[in-house]
């Protein structure tokens, strides 16, 4: 059996809405900070075996969730564990659910609680009505047992190892109605179904973010399946919760865009750009998404845009209008094939590289904010309205 082990319950109260609610539980460390503490399992090194079978043990350092997360105003996560585990033994974890009613600005039923499963674990069961997938469970709280807590079973198998969990919550909030808005994109090709495919799948693996788009569209009206396609396209794939939406910059940096639009406040609204060294930058990645989606809606007179094409032209105003493969003089390109352009953007590879036939193949003309290319460069990824459509397709 393995010594006893420090022991200290994660105890966060985390509140907005649309977002998720991290519990960490880590090995080695105890923290009394106010009523936040972290949950700890430690494998002594040289005394006893691992929850894995072997001597000795590792620490590692606190788990966080993942930079400028959005919690949930009025459901509280509490995490617990065992004080002491068998050479080998299962793992059981309790986690209890409050939810305060008068609190909580999203449906409970939008409601799903999840656990990533620590590397080198294995799934052994739940007490919850659960599902576990791809190394994630979930408990959805449309099912009203959910509500209260449950229990989950986990097996180390691996030797000498710290054992870190994450019980998170988001609030997925509606779906955009985009039904007949978007058109047709039957002839794609097998290069541009495979990427949208990619895309849909990536975004389904991260509901955290999600959360966060969903949340920033219900704000500002601009469907999330396009801010979801901003991100991707400014982050170039990357879709990180610590990268903004405005330009792919890490979240609490400088700006340029926003220096050049405007500036900063110093309030806090949500949504707002707020001081940071060296210009003006966000807090968090839902503050860039709101922040966008404000943009997107100012770019067209102020009016949420309602159609496939004035959801195109406002994403070509927000990227810049440079890179029309259309355009005039040295922005227009001898080979664009598919010229006049077809409505405001419909020739801006940044909205629609690879969304059918016809946008096959575009080409980027600014390499950079205000850089022109030596060349014009052909270019690889999705444009927003393609990766917006994937993730429509894919009924997310």
């Not at 105890?30 to 009523?35: I, N, P, Q, T």
């Not at 980027?364 to 022109?372: P, S, W």
């Amino acid at each position: 059996m393995a010594q006893q082990v420090a022991q200290q319950a994660l105890k966060a109260f985390f509140r907005t809405p649309a977002g998720w609610t991290v519990i960490g539980a880590i090995a080695g460390l105890a923290l009394a900070v106010g009523a936040i503490m972290y949950f700890s399992v430690i494998f002594n090194p040289g005394a006893g075996t691992s929850g894995g079978g072997g001597e000795g043990g590792i620490t590692a350092p606190p788990g966080t969730a993942p930079p400028g997360s959005p919690p949930i105003s009025g459901l509280n996560l509490v995490l617990d564990g065992p004080t002491q585990i068998e050479n080998s033994d299962d793992i059981t974890y309790a986690v209890t659910v409050t939810i305060d009613e008068s609190r909580l600005t999203v449906p409970i039923e939008s409601i799903t609680i999840y656990e990533d499963l620590p590397t080198n674990t294995t799934y052994v069961g739940t007490s919850g009505n659960a599902a576990e997938s791809n190394s994630r469970i979930s408990w959805p709280l449309t099912d009203a047992g959910n509500r209260e807590g449950f229990t989950f079973t986990i097996k180390p198998i691996v030797e000498n190892i710290a054992v870190k969990n994450q019980v998170y919550a988001t609030a997925t909030g509606p779906s955009s109605n985009l039904d007949g808005v978007f058109p047709p994109s039957s002839d794609a090709t097998p290069e541009e179904i495979a990427a949208r495919q990619a895309f849909a799948s990536q975004v389904a693996s991260r509901p955290y973010i999600v959360a966060v788009y969903k949340e920033a569209s219900a704000k500002t009206g601009i469907p999330w399946e396009v801010l979801a396609g901003i991100h991707n396209f400014e982050t170039g794939g990357g879709l990180q919760m610590d990268r903004s939406l405005v330009s792919g910059r890490v979240i609490g940096t400088d700006e340029p865009d926003v220096d050049r639009a405007g500036g900063c406040v110093v309030n806090e609204e949500p949504g707002r750009a707020v001081p940071v060294p060296g210009g003006c930058g966000f807090r968090t990645v839902l503050d860039s998404a709101i922040y966008a989606g404000n943009l997107l809606v100012g770019k067209n007179s102020g009016k949420q845009p309602t159609s496939f094409e004035e959801l195109v032209k406002v994403v070509y105003y927000y990227g810049g209008t440079g890179n029309r493969n259309c355009g005039e003089g040295r922005e227009r390109l001898s080979y664009a094939v598919n010229c006049p352009a077809q409505y405001p953007g419909e020739d801006d590879p940044h909205a629609m590289n690879k969304y059918d036939l016809r946008h096959e193949k575009m080409y980027l003309i600014y390499c950079a904010d205000f850089t022109l290319c030596t060349d014009p460069q052909p270019l690889s990824r999705i444009g927003v309205m393609t990766a917006a459509d994937a993730l429509i397709k894919a009924s997310l």
